[in-house]
Every structure is written in structure tokens, then in C-alpha cells.
């Protein structure tokens, strides 16, 4: 079974949900035949590189909130992230363009590490001190690096604007054919969709529901192991008569 999920990393909400969803698959009893793959969902797409603002001004520009709001809404935000173990920053961060972050991570995920990338984007982004968006493309080297990834090779997608930025803009739509106006968005099989960072308790349902539901393949012309038809198994190809 796969499940694709639409995130961006400035959205807390991704951050907590990817917590909740992990919960409810580390417990899921077909885990090892789950694959999830993530996919890109810019909740600022027109925002360029390099324009970069407090967290809390975004917000009440974006949403005409006041001031003593948005804190409100941060202060909420990392009580819920603290419920799931993860370190969250209520004061002092800031918000800009993830367009590049999203072409290293469809870069990480060629190599076998789009997981671990985001993981590491989401902790450096919410939880540390140090800006992903104001110290330039050195910072998400050095994430990437510690992702597993190659420094240099990192290093190179992000001075070529154009490397996977066709795979960024594909995903984004191809989440609004899915009918996604916001994130997260989980997908499982193309059958089910969750909205939101729902408790782990949604997402168990989900997945148990999508599983037992998976269409099962009803063979034609009979089964090759009874009825003779040539074919190949374990123990060897059957040679003509």
C-alpha cells in the first residue's frame, strides 16, 4: 500500500501531523509493505527567495489577526507539538520561500533519503535558532549532509533553479486534481484521503480501512501451477512439450 502525503515545511500543522501519522503506522500491523512517499505543497508559492519575515507579522497580514492572536495560535501550536515529543519554537521564528527545500528533498528522495531530509528541515525550521531561510544555500547544504545526502551534489541543485522544479510544481498540481486546498494531505492508495494533522487514532482507522479494502487480483484463463500453461517459478521454467 502507499501513502503519498502533501506538506510543506513552514506548515506546523505538517510538522505535528507526520508525528501523529508515524504513531499510528509504527503500530500498524503491515508496516514493512507501506510506502510513503512525500510530496511538495507550497502554502506561499509566490513568495521569492530571499524575502524573509517574522513568523507572527505573516501571520496577522495573511490572516487579520492581531498581534496577541497569532502568539496565542503559537503558543497552542507548540503545546500540541510537545503532546507528540517534538521541540517547537513559539517565539522568534521566521517564515520564507521553501521552494528550494522542496527540490532537495524530491533530489534526497531519488537517494533513498526524502524521510530523513524532511525530518531534519521540519526540527531546523520549528525547533532551532538557526534560520533555514536567511543563511543561504550553505544552511541547507549542511542539513542535507546530515540527512546523508552529498554536499557537493546538494550543493549544485540549489545553484541550478531549474533542477526538480518541474517535480515541485507537478505535485502541487496534482494535489489540487485531488481536490487538496490545504496541508497536510494524506493519501492512501489513491482511495482515501485525511485532511489535517488528525489524531494518530484517524489515521489507524485509515490505514486499516484502505488495507482491507485493497482490490484483490482475480486471475483469467486459469492458474499456470494446475493447468499447464507455460510459465516460470522457484524451482525453474517449464519447457515446451
Not at 496577522?60 to 503545546?79: H, I, V
Not at 543561504?136 to 547544504?141: A, I, M, N, T
Request: with cysteine; aromatic share 8%; charged share 30%.
Amino acid at each position: 500500500m502507499r501513502v503519498e502525503i502533501w506538506s510543506d515545511i513552514a506548515c506546523p500543522w505538517c510538522y505535528v501531523g507526520k508525528a501523529r501519522f508515524e504513531k499510528a503506522l509504527a503500530a500498524f500491523p503491515h508496516r514493512d509493505q507501506v510506502e510513503v512517499v512525500h510530496r511538495s505543497f507550497e502554502l506561499d508559492p509566490g513568495r521569492a527567495k530571499g524575502d524573509t519575515v517574522d513568523v507572527l507579522t505573516m501571520l496577522t497580514k495573511k490572516y487579520g489577526m492581531s498581534q496577541a492572536q497569532a502568539q496565542a495560535g503559537e503558543d497552542n501550536l507548540g503545546t500540541q507539538a510537545a503532546a507528540e515529543g517534538l521541540a517547537y519554537r513559539t517565539r522568534d521564528r521566521d517564515h520564507g520561500s521553501t521552494f528550494d527545500m522542496h527540490r532537495l528533498l524530491h533530489f534526497a528522495k531519488e537517494r533513498g533519503r526524502q524521510d530523513e531530509l524532511l525530518q531534519i528541515l521540519y526540527r531546523a525550521n520549528f525547533a532551532e535558532e538557526r534560520s533555514v531561510y536567511t543563511e543561504g544555500d550553505e544552511r541547507l547544504v549542511e542539513l542535507a549532509v546530515e540527512a546523508g545526502l552529498d554536499g557537493d551534489a546538494a550543493r549544485e541543485v540549489l545553484a541550478d533553479p531549474d533542477r526538480y522544479a518541474d517535480e515541485v510544481r507537478a505535485d502541487a498540481r496534482e494535489a489540487a486534481q485531488l481536490g487538496a486546498n490545504g496541508v497536510p494531505f494524506f493519501v492512501l492508495d489513491r482511495a482515501y484521503g485525511v485532511s489535517g494533522a488528525q489524531p494518530a487514532e484517524v489515521f489507524t482507522q485509515a490505514l486499516t480501512q484502505a488495507w482491507g479494502e485493497r482490490p484483490v487480483l482475480k486471475p483469467v484463463g486459469g492458474d499456470a501451477a494446475t493447468d499447464g500453461a507455460q510459465a516460470c517459478g522457484p524451482d525453474g521454467c517449464a519447457l515446451p512439450q
